[in-house]
């Protein structure tokens, strides 16, 4: 069984920072798995926002291009996304996703709201 928590959510106001911190747990070999980010605002589909993958490579959604950064700890099995310059409409649940192959895993996902 595989574990995915995420933590760091809250309210920000606008123009502010924030780190989001996804832990994973159980029977996971972390290093080999891709992790993404993602999030889902009120009244729309859920969307990519970042990808780390096992070797280190990034990619990011265009909005938030520039101004999030995604990590990882491999020794801690655990993957970030800091967040900078933040609006009002990256206000949304924010999800980690685990994958490799045919397996997936996703946590329950934290709320960051941005607002003054």
């Known amino acids: 069984q595989v574990q995915l928590v995420e933590s760091g959510g809250g309210l920000v106001q606008p123009g502010g920072s924030r780190g989001l911190s996804c832990a994973a747990s159980?029977?996971?070999?972390?290093?080999?798995?891709?992790m993404n980010w993602y999030r889902q605002a009120p009244g729309k589909q859920r969307e990519l926002v970042a990808t780390i993958r096992s070797g280190g490579s990034t990619n990011y959604a265009d909005s938030v291009q520039g101004r999030f950064t995604i990590s990882r700890d491999n020794a801690k099995n655990t993957v970030y996304l800091q967040m900078n310059s933040l609006k009002p409409e990256d206000t949304a649940v924010y999800y980690c996703n685990a994958n490799s192959h045919s397996l997936t895993f996703w946590g329950q996902g934290t709320l960051l709201t941005v607002s003054s």
């Open positions: 159980g029977t996971i070999f972390f290093p080999i798995y891709t």
